[in-house]
């Protein structure tokens, strides 16, 4: 793209303004993200909850009141009850792929829609279950709407944003997820106590409530002018789209970026195959690195199993659900600080600082249970309070970078032609380690015992290098022009001039 246009783009783009269009708009779309949320949030509840485990999952149930001998790091290691929370996750990897196709033919909003139906319809399975079968189908069908959720719902808040906001308003879906967990938390708080040992029941029905507000919500969204596009040739109806959402009137240095880009993307039939390309190898890498980077901080084992884990270290039931209310506090707060400053600060240093932040907490409350949790009895109240200040701080760290960025830069980093396909590749390869990691952790837990933080820490560290040396900065760059960050970055431009050169070679 001539740099002329690229810089007459970018300017053109700055002048636009916040319109209250956009806001409700990314506000209805981002309750993809609550849905999500809700349902990390309540599966750890419910998991931790007698009435629960004695329904469904009996043997550990008698295991954890029962059996005195069963160390405190083994008393939930269950396959069974892993893959009642890790069924979600392998609907949700293959319908990401399905979804990709939904999103690219017909839109960012029929995507939106069918996530909220059919999360609707899991939450109703789940609410009504009296097997554990039917509540696995139950959990199926979330998984279904949140593979939809996770695939449009980033897309959409990018292409509807200006680029110097894209990182506050796309970290919003981190923003919803964190809020709909925090409100299952509370949920599980208030429904532990119900008499008559049905208060799981109303934690799992409620995820009823933000799936019917995305689903009639979504109804009324607008479709993205990149989107408008690509599915047709009614350039005009885009533009008025642009000026609705930016507020001026002069949008034709941005429409012409779009129309560019969208002519680029209907000479590629096959994405998923057009992906592998040279041109796109940093792109590839980073959808499949970044995502598995996000699920392997650990961060899953503290959304999923919290209650469990605070249980572990000896909190009561009603003990540990409010412990896992006041991480969830902790999380959504520091998912809000970073909308304010992931536009100034940057990507980079927000994933680096958050990665040094995760990587000491974890180490210190490793050191903490190994040194005091034996696999008997529990530890004092002073050390439960340590470690629980340490996992908020750990939680912290990752609400205000992997958590928002973990979306966030996925989403902005694709050209047009391959938007759909790379999303899907990001979500398809979260599920498919969140899936892994939660499967694996009660199991992993009753083995590595107190290492299990060593672990996920190295990770961290890891993660935090590869962001320093690999991860060019993104902020304020328009989509259409993201090319060049990787163009100017010193590893990655061998590989994408290389490929340039190439291609240039072919042509002539």
Known sequence: MAVGLAVTSESGQKNGRVTLYVVLSCMMAAMGGVIFGYDIGITGGVTSMEPFLKKFFNNIYHKMKADAKVSNYCKFDSQLLTSFTSSLYVA???????????????????????????????????????????????????????????????????????????????????????????????INYGTEKIEGGWGWRMSLAMAAV?????????????????????????????????QRIRGIEDVQAELDDLIIASTTSKTNKQPFKNILKGRYRPQLVMAIAIPFFQQVTGINVIAFYAPLLFRTIGLGESASLLSAVMTGVVGTGSTFISMFIVDKLGRRTLFIIGGIQMFLSQCIVGGIMAAHLKDHGGLSKGYGFIVLVLICIYVAGFGWSWGPLGWLVPSEIFPLEIRSAGQSITVAVSFLFTFIVAQTFLSMLCHFKSGIFFFFGGWVVVMTVFVYYFLPETKSVPLEQMEKVWQEHWFWKRIVGEMSDIGHKGEV
């Open 92 to 186: 949700g990897l293959v319908t990401s792929f399905f979804a990709s196709y939904i999103t690219r033919a017909f839109g960012r909003k029929p995507s939106i829609i069918a996530g909220g139906a059919a999360f609707l319809a899991g939450s109703a399975l789940g609410g009504a279950a009296f097997n554990v079968y039917m509540l696995i189908v139950g959990r199926l069908m979330l998984g279904v709407g949140v593979g939809f959720a996770n695939q449009a719902v980033p897309l959409y808040l990018s292409e509807m944003a200006l680029p110097r906001l894209r990182g506050a308003i796309n970290n919003g879906f981190q923003l919803s997820i964190g809020i709909g967990a925090l409100s299952a938390n509370l």
């Open 210 to 242: 933000p799936a019917s507000v995305l689903t009639l919500g979504a109804l009324f969204l607008p479709e993205t002018p990149n989107s408008l596009i690509q599915r047709s040739q009614d350039h005009q109806k885009a533009k008025l789209m642009l």
